[in-house]
T-cell receptor, first 111, second 113 residues
């Protein structure tokens, strides 16, 4: 149990579908993050939330829509994705200082 | 432009020997560095960190060295064990208060029994 739980673990969706990824942390952290990991690329920061407020959007296309209803939950709403969006999506949380705790990720395949 | 670089995509080491994983960065404002380890189908897990006020931090078999003038850090694993086989990411952050880390592309370490 890492303290950061991501669901689902795997997701296959068509390009016209709408789906959501969920992240929940039980660590009392105030900052939450979405990262994308594609093959042979660095972990790419997508969004940062601090005390439920979005503090960073790293030029992410609007087909990815984050939502942070409270400091413990983070969602990533997906719609009209492209096959190149297939990747591992990682959620992380932080107490606002040194380092993250990551979830296990959602392996997304867009067909 | 990639601010954190891990130029070796893979490394193979014999069990019991030393593994050295390297990381270079370009942003002189980075002042805190982390190493993460990732197994397949799992999220990265924190391994060791170093602040820019130090040049070395040690935790059991793992030691991280920081050379600020060269903008270079390295992770040493001694002795290497088969269970160390994983992908290792270095990450860096600045003191801007945004609490965000920039990651390298990772190095896949394989420890041969």
């Amino acid at each position: 149990e890492t303290g950061v739980t991501q669901t689902p673990r795997h997701l296959v969706m068509g390009m016209t579908n709408k789906k959501s990824l969920k992240c929940e942390q039980h660590l009392g952290h105030n900052a939450m993050y979405w990262y994308k990991q594609s093959a042979k690329k660095p972990l790419e920061l997508m969004f940062v939330y601090n005390f439920k407020e979005q503090t960073e959007n790293n030029s992410v296309p609007s087909r990815f829509s984050p939502e942070c209803p409270n400091s413990s939950h983070l969602f990533l709403h997906l719609h009209t994705l492209q096959p190149e969006d297939s990747a591992l999506y990682l959620c992380a949380s932080s107490p606002g200082g040194n380092g993250y705790t990551f979830g296990s990720g959602t392996r997304l395949t867009v067909v | 432009d990639q601010q954190v670089k891990q130029n070796s995509p893979s490394l193979s080491v014999q069990e019991g020997r030393i593994s050295i994983l390297n990381c270079d960065y370009t942003n002189s404002m980075f002042d805190y560095f982390l190493w993460y380890k990732k197994y397949p189908a799992e999220g990265p897990t924190f391994l060791i960190s170093i602040s820019s006020i130090k040049d070395k931090n040690e935790d059991g078999r793992f030691t991280v060295f920081l050379n600020k003038s060269a903008k270079h850090l390295s992770l040493h694993i001694v002795p290497s064990q088969p269970g160390d086989s994983a992908v290792y990411f270095c990450a860096a952050s600045d003191a801007s208060g945004t609490y965000k880390y920039i990651f390298g592309t990772g190095t896949r370490l394989k420890v041969l029994a």
